[in-house]
């Protein structure tokens, strides 16, 4: 039974959805604020869910010897180092959707407040002023709302603008005219939203891209009263330049729910007027408190005991219903790179992977994935789904991804071709009914042969004699061929051969047979044949 370390405050339901599923969990709220101890009893876990207040450092994630998944209830995953998880092939989660309606809300509650100066007016009438001309505010309706980042959250502030009647603009660089058409909204580059927005919201998460994208220059190019609200994050906006706008009257006001630092207990903005500035509650409803926490136990869950992957940052998804057929064609896309992997002793440059027929329907990502992740193992022995695109692209290999209509007598197939310095490899392989991976293709030689545990691969030239030389030499040494498939391109032309052996190949004996002329190159090769 998987194991679950719960190291923040969540919904005693969501425990208990871990209950239900199968999982055994651990409900210790409050270690998540001592990293000592959790560091201390994190290695006896599978899966650590946790919000804001658990730090998941790259010295945590060492001290994690059999963590498999984090998840985190809430969209941001600002506190765990994701890039330490990916190459200990830990799977991180979030729950996007739990919190964006109420989200939306705030910003949208900001938007009002400022444009009417709801705060300032309810301090000085509960402090018995009557300071009726003083706060004069400014009507929404017919006002061009800017909304940088059109995603889940951007999305439906979108929506509400168009529904009070605003005209919206939207800058997101994922964002399609159809989308774009479909939300109802104009979709502009950053200047023009600067220019021509009254008001502008913030939806994007913070990156090397967005990080300070509200700053002096920026704002210099917005109209004169704009307003600015942001409910995302902190660091979007370079707050000391803010708050020289709102001084000069650039800015009229702005909506604050995220800072810099956090948490805020000072802040030159706390002293600015019409500056409404909330304490980080985007996601600060009882229902979304409850969603996140919800979604994160069934999401872990599933994870843990389906291999279902839903919401994650560092791997494709994989939803429960498509796992089933999914699986075997995982374990022949890691088979496939296992193959190339043990037989290619130069530096890998480029992969390109193939999918034919049905595997192009399929979902791609995780079979590249996992063909990606028996190429590397030869060398990196954990490495696995989540890790493996990591390493590829840190060892700077070239990576394409190919899908086309069913091409032959298969359904659908996967090709794997590698590129070195010197030489081109390719294999190819499919699934029959009985969801074993079986090899078609090798050096461009059609042949049917099954995977086994221990396995010889040979190539020569094609030549009377050949399958009598590695019968006598491997019995002559008491290695027993249980099996065995032959291939050629043609009469004469390339030939190889696939022996099936009860145990591994005994070194002596491989460096017989790489000693005969005959022999162009012979490689032991080993596979996990362990369903999927």
């Known amino acids: 039974m998987p194991r679950v370390l719960v190291s923040d405050a969540l919904s005693t339901t969501a425990v208990q959805i871990f209950k239900d599923r199968g999982v055994d969990v651990d409900y210790l709220p409050e270690i998540g604020k001592d990293k000592d101890k959790l560091a201390e009893i994190i290695g006896q876990y599978d899966g650590l869910a946790i919000r804001s207040a658990t730090k998941v450092t790259e010295k945590l994630i060492a001290a994690a010897e059999n963590l498999k998944v984090i998840g985190r209830a809430g969209i941001g995953v600002d506190n765990v180092d994701i890039p330490a998880a990916s190459r200990k092939g830990i799977i991180v989660m979030n729950t996007p959707f739990g919190n964006s309606i109420t989200t939306a809300e705030h910003a949208v509650?900001?938007?009002?407040?400022?444009?009417?100066?709801?705060?300032?007016?309810?301090?000085?009438?509960?402090?018995?002023?009557?300071?009726?001309?003083?706060?004069?505010?400014?009507?929404?309706?017919?006002?061009?709302?800017?909304?940088?980042?059109?995603?889940?959250?951007?999305?439906?502030?979108?929506t509400r603008g168009i529904g009070l009647k605003m005209h919206v603009v939207g800058f997101d660089p994922f964002l399609s005219e159809s989308r774009a058409s479909e939300l109802g909204i104009e979709k502009v580059e950053l200047d023009e939203l600067f220019a021509r927005a009254d008001f502008i919201t913030l939806h994007t998460p913070l990156t090397d891209k967005t990080r300070n994208i509200i700053n002096a220059a920026s704002i210099a190019k917005m109209k004169d009263g704009v307003r600015i609200i942001n409910c995302a994050r902190g660091g979007l906006i370079v707050e000391a330049d803010l708050v020289e706008a709102l001084k000069s009257g650039k800015v009229a006001g702005a909506g604050i729910d995220v800072f810099e630092v956090e948490p805020a207990t000072e802040n030159a903005l706390f002293d600015m007027p019409n500056v409404v500035c909330t304490p980080h509650l985007g996601a600060s409803t009882s229902e979304a408190q409850e969603n996140v926490a919800l979604q994160v136990a069934e999401q872990m869950s599933d994870y843990l005991i389906k291999g279902a992957v839903s919401n994650a940052i560092n791997m494709p998804s994989i939803t429960a219903e498509e796992a089933p057929r999914l699986k075997p064609f995982v374990k022949l896309a890691e088979v496939l790179g296992a193959f190339v992997g043990q037989v290619t002793d130069d530096p890998i440059k480029e992969v390109e992977i193939l999918f034919d027929g049905a595997t192009a329907t399929m979902n791609t990502k995780a079979l590249t994935s996992a063909a990606l992740a028996g190429l590397i193992r030869p060398q990196v022995s954990d490495v696995n789904m989540v890790s493996a695109p990591i390493m590829v692209k840190e060892r700077g290999i070239i990576l394409s991804e190919v899908r086309r209509d069913k091409s032959g007598v298969f359904d659908g197939?996967?090709?794997?071709?590698?590129?070195?310095?010197?030489?081109?490899?390719?294999?190819?392989?499919?699934?029959?009914?009985?969801?074993?991976?079986?090899?078609?293709?090798?050096?461009?030689i059609n042949l049917d042969a099954e995977v086994g545990e221990h396995m010889l691969y040979t190539t020569n030239a094609d030549a009377p004699g050949i399958i009598g030389l590695l019968g006598s030499?491997?019995?002559?040494?008491?290695?027993?061929?249980?099996?065995?498939?032959?291939?050629?391109?043609?009469?004469?032309?390339?030939?190889?051969?696939?022996?099936?052996?009860?145990?591994?190949?005994?070194?002596?004996?491989?460096?017989?047979?790489?000693?005969?002329?005959?022999?162009?190159?012979?490689?032991?090769?080993?596979?996990?044949?362990?369903?999927?």
């Open 109 to 158: 509650a900001l938007m009002f407040a400022v444009a009417r100066q709801i705060p300032e007016a309810n301090a000085s009438t509960h402090a018995g002023k009557w300071e009726k001309n003083k706060f004069m505010g400014v009507e929404i309706t017919g006002k061009t709302l800017g909304v940088i980042g059109c995603g889940n959250i951007g999305s439906i502030v979108a």
């Open 413 to 444: 197939y996967i090709k794997l071709t590698v590129k070195t310095e010197h030489m081109t490899r390719s294999i190819a392989g499919t699934c029959f009914s009985d969801g074993k991976p079986r090899f078609i293709q090798i050096k461009g």
């Open 473 to 532: 030499i491997c019995g002559g040494n008491g290695v027993n061929i249980a099996n065995f498939h032959l291939g050629r391109d043609r009469p004469g032309g390339d030939a190889i051969a696939l022996l099936y052996l009860d145990e591994p190949f005994p070194q002596d004996v491989l460096a017989e047979l790489r000693a005969n002329p005959k022999i162009d190159s012979a490689k032991p090769l080993r596979f996990d044949v362990t369903a999927a």
